[in-house]
């Protein structure tokens, strides 16, 4: 890793180490504004963004790239109260939700 990394590409090459999100139905469990959601969607088959922050989905909404808009949906949601559709979800992701 050279000093010229940013953290963003630290942690894209970390969670692309540890699962393959290639073809995956995912859902990600306190997305934010989508900050996490872009190192991977594009590889995922399709991806539900949740958090329970409406702002936060707002601004995750305002900023999908146009490639992704048909893939990637975003939604004000609190995963522990919320039902999701059982085995509907290949992965679960989540970082800085606990």
């Not at 139905?25 to 409406?54: F, N, P, Q």
């Not at 609190?78 to 939700?97: G, R």
Request: hydrophobic content about 40%; charged content about 30%.
């Amino acid at each position: 890793m050279s000093g010229k990394d940013s953290a963003d590409e630290v942690e894209q090459r970390t969670i692309h180490g540890l699962t393959n999100f290639r073809d995956k139905d995912v859902v990600e469990i306190g997305c934010g504004d989508g900050r996490m959601t872009w190192l991977y969607a594009h590889h995922a088959k399709s991806v539900l963004a949740l958090d329970i922050e409406e702002e936060e989905i707002t601004a995750a909404i305002e900023a999908t790239p146009d490639e992704l808009k048909s893939k990637v949906t975003f939604k004000v949601a609190d995963v522990v109260t919320d039902e999701l559709p059982k085995d509907a979800y290949d992965l679960a992701l989540f970082s800085h939700s606990l």
